[in-house]
Structure formats: structure tokens, C-alpha cells
């Protein structure tokens, strides 16, 4: 996997990075993903549910509620892969083409491979998911392919479409403001920025975060963020 430069951070931005945003640097498995992941688990479903129609739709809508059983149980070889008597996602994708439910199983199997560290084959199924016209799903899917993308070393592949993501999830928002998943994205990109030594673009963002995002979560300790970087 490609590193990033970090040759020219200072000693105490280093320290920093190492001991409170080591994950970003590492890209390891992240809570991006667990986000992501928690979202589709929890409102995925029921989104989708409402488009389903006709007898292939209900089938491939059955296999998937089954399999997302075993995703929301961690189970996540197994809920790609499937069993003697369950499908799994990959199966699901494979044999109901040009359904939602397939459009979704894609989702989750990149999400599975995500959790399993498969970073590449995480790519290749979270790209494949077609996104919606939503405010929640098809933006946390794009995040967490953004995350892929950074595992797999294109940080400024990861870096754009981290910011796609909150552009996705923003457009569909209330006043155009998603205070859930929008600021997340951007301090993600913004953290790679900085990885990258780019301080005056992740500066930018952060001060966009602080702007635009300030009934967020994620805007409460904005401030460090654009203290690090200014210094």
C-alpha cells in the first residue's frame, strides 16, 4: 500500500496524529466504516423496502433481508458468501441484476470486504453500488468508498470523493445542510490534506466545517483542528 509523506509534519503535529488520528495515517479499519455501515444496517432497509415490487424483487429482497442478518451480526465472510440455506450478497448481486435489492447487496459486500481489510475488492463493489436520489444511504456508501480508497493508497482519489459524499449528502438536506454526515467527510478529507502536508487546503475545509456545520457533533472541536494547521 502506498504511504503517505508525512516526512515534513512537525514533532508535535506528529505526536498528535499518532496518538488521536492514527487510524487516518494507518488506514486501517475505521469508524467511517462502522458508520457507514450502521446506517445502511439500520435505515438501509427500510428505504429501499418501499421500491421493491413484482415476485423477483420480493425474492431478491427475502435473500437480502437474510443475509443482512449476518452482516448486522458481524458475520461478514458469511454474509458474503451465504450458506446451505441462505444467499449472500455477492449471490445476491449476481442473480437479481437490475434489481434494488442487487444494487444494495453490492453495497454491502463492499462493505463486508471493508471490514475484512479487503480494500481492493471493497473498491471494486462499493463502486459498482448505482447511487440514489437520498439524503443518507448513497452518501455514506460514497464515504466509505472514499475510505477504500485511502486503505488502497489513493489518497487524492479518497480525498475528492470524501468530498462528494458530503456534497451528495448536503444536496438532499434540509436548508442543504446535513449536520450527520457532511462535517464527518470533510474533516476526513481534510485530515488526508494534512497527511499529505497540503495545510492550506485542509484549513479551508475546516474553517467551512465551522461555518456551515455549526449544530454538528463534529464542529465542537473544530477549533484544534484549524489551530494545528494555521500554526
Known sequence: MA??????VAPAEQEL???QEAFFLKFRKQILIAVAALIIVVGGWAAYSNLIAGPREEKASTALAK??????QGEFQKALNGDKTTEGFLAVAENYGG???????????GLCYANMAKWKEAVTYLED????????ISPAVTGALANAYANTG???KAISTFKKAADMAD????DEVNNSLSPTYLISAARLLESQNKKSEALEIYKEVKEKYVNSASSQDIDKYIERVSE
Do not use: H, P
Open 154 to 156: 489513493d489518497i487524492d
Open 3 to 8: 504511504k503517505t509523506n508525512i516526512a515534513t
Open 67 to 72: 443475509a443482512q442478518e449476518m452482516f448486522g
Open 171 to 174: 444536496s438532499k438536506a434540509e
Open 17 to 19: 496524529f499518532n496518538k
Open 99 to 109: 434489481t434494488d435489492a442487487a444494487n444494495l447487496a453490492r453495497a454491502y459486500a
Open 129 to 136: 453500488f448505482s447511487a440514489r436520489e437520498d439524503m443518507m
